[in-house]
């Protein structure tokens, strides 16, 4: 804890740009990201022993061409915001957060990590408790920027038909990505925890599905879009569905990590997996560097795809003056919606970063080596 409050003091001090805000009278903050914790190693890192459930702390900040942004964080795990009780608190600790983030001067607020859905599908409490704020679940950036990665990995690969599996298909994140791949006509197969969701989902699109992984037979790539208990990769689960000598590829976008860390170090020599539905940006900056971003296991001018949404909302509202963006209601995933948000990304700057597992380079020689990269793609 006292060297998480070292930090926070050498943040304060070094962020000049802050300092500048507030001696020539603008806002502190334009955006503020308001996170629960990950898990119990996490409330240790960043929570005193004791801290209540209403307590909340500040996290890094971060800057993209004058737009300034900051974590809020709730002490919460996703778990305890499952039970009744705990949803309910924690819905007081956000709005306490969003209150905060007001004094701040922020105008736009994203709903981070697993608090996403802690007001509903349609967040209409809190629009109507703070009407004059613009409120995010991100997830339109990071579909957009899920698709180009797992675009990426299969270029990458070179195979003209590669079987795909999405884990999650049902979801947000999971839905967009199979739409995506379905509209191109590639070979896709769904697995999910939930079954009477899994059906509905096959009845749906078509899309064949499997309710246990070991009928699912080999693939080449998994898009991992959730981390449910009960819908995570093990190391039996990378026996069954990688093919014989070739390295199954793992596109991990959920938040905590599906393929976990301990799990990864047993399969790592059986498995590429990479960070997905992140951004990049030569633009951005996080107050004192790296040692800040290797907290949230990002490298260097990397951010959450959630977070860059809620920064590139800001611009072109803010900035911009873009008028169809302030009127979009932000909790609804759709092509539109991306397409309005790739426009800001374009803006911005903002594009993919090159393929990171856990925040470290993904060797070339590996996968990458004959990569070529998009348009805003990191050089």
């Known amino acids: 804890m006292q060297l998480v409050q070292l930090w ?11 300092h500048w805000r507030t001696l020539t009278g603008q806002p502190k903050l334009d955006v503020v990201f308001i996170c629960n914790v990950r898990d119990e190693a996490e409330r240790a890192l960043f929570y005193k022993p004791g801290a209540t459930p209403r307590c909340q702390e500040n996290g890094p900040r971060l800057y993209i061409n004058g737009v300034a942004g900051q974590i809020r964080g709730i002490n919460f795990t996703a778990a305890e915001m499952y039970s009744r009780e705990g949803r309910k608190v924690a ?10 983030a007001e004094t701040q001067g922020a ?15 349609d967040g209409l409490e809190l629009k109507q408790l703070f009407p004059q704020l613009i409120f995010t679940i991100g997830d339109n950036g990071t579909a957009q920027l899920l698709c180009a990665d797992v675009d990426r990995a299969i270029a990458n690969m070179g195979l003209a038909q590669p079987r795909i599996l999405v884990i999650g298909p049902y979801g947000i994140l999971g839905s967009a990505v199979c739409q995506h791949l379905q509209q191109q006509g590639r070979q896709i197969l769904g697995f999910g925890g939930n079954e009477s969701y899994l059906t509905e989902f096959a009845e749906k699109t078509g899309i064949d599905v499997a309710y246990d992984l070991r009928d699912a037979g ?87 795809g959630c977070f860059a949404e809620a920064l590139a909302l800001y611009h072109t509202v803010y900035r911009e003056h873009n008028p169809t963006a302030l009127s979009r209601d932000w909790f609804e995933v759709n092509t539109f919606n991306q397409t309005l948000v790739a426009e800001a990304f374009h803006s911005l700057r903002i594009g993919l970063p090159k393929p990171h597992c856990f925040g470290k380079p993904v ?17």
């Open 8 to 18: 926070r003091c050498l943040m304060a001090a070094a962020d000049y740009r802050r």
């Open 91 to 100: 819905k007081l600790a956000f709005i306490d957060a969003v209150r905060w």
């Open 107 to 121: 105008k736009v607020i994203l709903l981070a990590a697993s608090t996403k859905r802690l007001f509903g599908r």
């Open 218 to 304: 080999a693939v080449d790539i998994v898009v991992a879009c959730t981390h449910s208990d009960n819908a995570r990769l093990t190391a039996e689960h990378i026996a069954l569905l990688r093919k014989a000598n070739q390295k199954l590829v793992v596109v991990d976008v959920a938040e905590p990590a599906n393929l976990g860390r301990q799990v990864y170090h047993t399969v790592q020599h059986q498995v590429i997996r990479q960070d997905a539905g992140n951004a990049w940006s030569a633009d951005l900056r996080y107050v004192l560097g790296s040692l800040t971003s290797k907290q949230l296991m990002l490298a260097q001018g990397t951010v959450f």
């Open 363 to 379: 060797d070339a020689w590996t996968l990458w080596q004959n990569a070529q990269p998009l348009v805003g793609e990191q050089h």
